[in-house]
């Protein structure tokens, strides 16, 4: 109980949010994984791949975060399901959620797109967001309310002017099934589709306008959490294919619409709502 009372009572401030993104970009570098190439992996049971990597990066950055707030409870990938409830379902002030290597399986064939991904939640909402892209050496990352960034720089969305059939797609179709995904192939409201196979890095894709819209039909908390308050901070919107508020309130998969402004995620949305014929 008071542990619990301290994690609601702490403040955290720009100089907090400095230490945690050197805790993830520090992390990262020691990791080696900006060098890409063929790299040892193992499937796990859900079917996932993981490598040592994956591991290392989990646990070198709960102890990093731990050494600084130790009542803050730690939510990673990587953990045992069990574990990963008991933190969620807990629902009393604050906690971590990591992905400590999304795009694993780019990683380790050495497809140079993958990244690692960290967030605060509080109350079911994202209260900070961090994202690395160690390829390319790009941080994103928001403050609920504070706007986003990359490196350092305020990003923001383009608010009008891009018609639904000018965009670029990221287009997750191995998620999407039925009607649906058929239409989205053989009839594509937008100009070009690609799917790039890291959630976390796509979100901030979309965020920083290289990319317009956004589907994907399933997706675990530390794959959006940090990445849609980023999008969110930048001026997009986003919801499940459902309509409904993509939030960290359940720890269940959950679809995600997102486009770089109101405007065009109106469009979208209403496209994929009536082309799919799974209903709500």
Same mark, same amino acid.
């Given at each position: 109980m008071v542990a619990h009372f301290l994690i609601d009572?702490?403040?955290?401030?720009s100089s907090d949010f400095s230490v945690i993104r050197g805790i993830v970009i520090d992390a990262v570098k020691n990791s080696g994984i900006a060098k890409w190439g063929l790299q040892e992996s193992s499937i796990k049971e859900d079917g996932s791949?993981?490598?040592?990597?994956?591991?290392?990066?989990?646990?070198?950055?709960?102890?990093?975060?731990?050494?600084q707030w130790p009542h803050i409870p730690f939510m990673g990938e990587e953990m045992a399901h069990e574990q990963?409830?008991?933190?969620?379902?807990?629902k009393k002030g604050r906690f971590w959620t990591l992905d400590p290597l999304d795009g694993t399986t780019n990683f380790s064939m050495g497809? #140079?797109?993958y990244g690692v991904s960290l967030a605060l939640i509080s109350n079911g909402e994202a209260e900070f967001g961090v994202v690395y892209d160690p390829i390319r050496d790009e941080c994103f990352y928001a403050i609920s309310g504070g706007g986003a960034f990359l490196n350092n720089q305020r990003i923001k969305t383009v608010s009008t002017g891009i018609e639904?059939?000018?965009?670029?797609a990221n287009v997750d179709l191995k998620r999407l099934v039925g009607q649906l995904a058929?239409?989205?192939?053989?009839? #594509?409201p937008y100009r070009a589709q690609r799917n790039l196979g890291a959630c976390v890095l796509e979100w901030c894709w979309v965020a920083a306008g290289r990319i317009q819209l956004y589907v994907h039909g399933g997706q675990r908390m530390w794959d959006?959490?940090?990445?849609?308050l980023i999008l969110q901070e930048a001026g997009g919107v986003f919801s499940t294919l459902a309509g409904n508020a993509l939030n960290c309130k359940v720890f269940t998969k959950r679809s995600a619409v997102a486009a770089i402004n109101d405007e065009l995620y109106r469009d979208w949305f209403r496209w994929l709502r009536e082309n799919d014929d799974r209903g709500a």
């Open positions: 009572l702490l403040v955290f401030d791949v993981v490598t040592e990597t994956d591991h290392f990066l989990q646990k070198t950055i709960s102890e990093k975060l731990y050494q990963q409830l008991d933190v969620v379902n807990a497809f #140079p797109f639904l059939g000018d965009c670029v058929d239409r989205l192939v053989r009839f #594509p959006y959490a940090a990445g849609s």
